[in-house]
């Protein structure tokens, strides 16, 4: 039963989410093998000036060993 969370900048529609959360089922689905109805997805909107405080230093940094697609910046 996979569950995604993605934490984006704000702005994105609704209509862009839903279609996000959607192909992104999809593949889990393909990819891990598994029923989409398994599949869950959440997206929750982070406003820019708190992106280091509440995603980098909480969410990536601190589960930097978990993860298999770093991002390309830093906040050094």
Not at 45 to 59: I, L, N
Request: glycine letters at 2%.
């Amino acid at each position: 039963m996979p569950h995604v969370e993605i934490k984006c900048f704000s702005g994105r529609t609704e209509e862009q989410k839903r279609r996000c959360a959607e192909k992104i089922a999809e593949d889990i689905s393909e990819i891990l093998v598994c029923d989409i109805s398994s599949v869950s997805v959440a997206i929750k909107d982070v406003d820019e000036k708190t992106w280091k405080e509440e995603v980098w230093d909480k969410k990536i940094i601190t589960n930097k060993e978990y993860l298999y697609k770093e991002p390309g910046y830093t906040y050094d």
